[in-house]
């Protein structure tokens, strides 16, 4: 849990080891989020060269790094849902699906983009 009273620079160090927490957790429990990483290695080296401006670099490392974020939102409505239950409840199974729509959509944005500026 986090310390309420905690300010100033102290606040923000232990934010950042929640967040490398966040991260860990992400990668050991969330086969998809291991994917979406290697998809963001191999695309970022390829944005670097492939783009012709800083902008289109951005726009392409950017899409994917979209995915990142959303993944993770998205474990984490998961893990929140699976907390209170693991019985069937058609909310649960709405928030599971509303947040896979949500990657879904991360996924092509990122593939349009990338189909855009390449082609």
């Known amino acids: 849990m986090a310390n309420q009273n905690a300010k100033g620079l102290k606040r ?5 080891f929640f967040s490398a927490a966040g991260f860990k957790a992400t990668w050991q ?10 998809l963001f290695v191999v695309t970022t080296p ?30 984490a409505v998961e893990a929140v849902v699976d ?7 058609e909310l649960s199974g709405r928030a599971k699906d509303i947040g896979s729509a949500a990657v879904m959509l991360s996924l ?12």
């Open 12 to 16: 923000l160090i232990n934010a950042c």
């Open 83 to 89: 907390r209170v239950g693991f019985e069937h409840h």
């Open 29 to 38: 429990h969330e086969e998809a989020f291991r994917q979406e990483v290697i």
């Open 108 to 119: 092509i944005w990122a593939a349009v983009t990338w189909g855009l500026i390449l082609l």
């Open 46 to 75: 390829l944005a670097l060269w492939l783009g012709e401006t800083a902008i289109e670099m951005v726009l392409l490392i950017g899409s994917v790094v979209l995915v990142l974020l959303v993944e993770l939102l998205n474990s």
